[in-house]
């Protein structure tokens, strides 16, 4: 199995507005079926809240970015996905980066964090990963099913066109095998210095509250977390509102920190 993904920076479709002078970025990482489009008016409310920046792009394989070369991951793709996201704001010239991840988005931010301290001022995940559970394994075979029998397929088609049977069998197969069964990299977050806020839907469909008890008790910096009752995986578009008002309290406190 392959240990390294390479990509050129060109081969990603980003999206970027500088609204706001001197003030922080927020980089937005999409989850395993993601893309720029489907965060939909989400990063431009928040940018408008905040006073910050926007910077969102489509991983390989997604949305308008070019294929990946097959969809075999090796056990360590997203800390190589962080590594792409390092570089990425080393050319893009972004030094105060805020990241927001969903998924194996924040997945992807937990890790660049830890690896790259310096650059990252603050991290903000919903439904982040640091080991794999059995509800994990369930919600994704539940989500095969849909695939096979549901207009799924067509759905995600509009957004990452011929792209989808090969991101699907990436997500689904990588996270189903037998040797992905022991990835855990709780092991990393100890270096994580910066600030953290972790959201969770309490009925979240692909992973339990042991995922943010686990992040929050293992990071060096400030971590808090927020809990939303009746909401599962994806907390920004089932409760968008509060999340809104929560992240922009989180942003705004820190920031003003010295």
């Not at 993601?34 to 394989?61: H, M, S, V």
């Not at 992040?215 to 999340?243: D, F, M, W």
Request: hydrophobic fraction near 35%; aromatic fraction near 10%; include cysteine.
């Amino acid at each position: 199995m392959q240990t390294e993904i390479n990509t050129t920076l060109d081969e990603l479709e980003i999206k970027r507005i500088n609204n706001f002078p001197d003030r922080p970025t927020i980089v937005f990482l999409h989850d395993s079926l993601g893309c720029i489009e489907l965060w939909r008016d989400f990063p431009q409310k928040l940018a408008e809240a905040t006073q910050c920046n926007i910077f969102i792009y489509d991983r390989l394989g997604y949305g308008k970015s070019a294929p990946m070369p097959t969809h075999q991951r090796p056990m360590n793709y997203m800390e190589l996905d962080a590594d792409i996201l390092h570089n990425l704001l080393k050319k893009s010239e972004i030094d105060n980066a805020i990241l927001f991840g969903h998924s194996d988005g924040g997945t992807i931010a937990l890790l660049t964090a830890s690896k790259y301290p310096d650059s990252v001022e603050a991290v903000i995940v919903e439904a982040a990963h640091i080991f794999l559970e059995d509800v994990t394994i369930k919600g994704i075979y539940e989500a095969f099913e849909n695939y096979k029998n549901t207009n799924l397929p067509e759905r995600l088609a509009k957004f990452h066109g011929n792209k989808v049977e090969r991101l699907f069998k990436a997500w689904t197969e990588t996270w189903t095998r037998s040797d992905y069964r022991n990835w855990n990299v709780e092991h990393l977050l100890p270096n994580i210095t910066c600030p953290i806020l972790f959201i969770q839907g309490e009925t979240d469909e692909y992973g339990t509250l042991a995922q943010v008890e686990k992040t929050i008790s293992q990071v060096s910096g400030r971590a808090e977390k927020y809990i939303i009752p009746n909401v599962g995986h994806t907390p920004h578009k089932e409760a968008c509102e509060l999340v809104l008002d929560r992240v922009t309290k989180f942003i705004t406190t820190e920031m003003l920190k010295p």
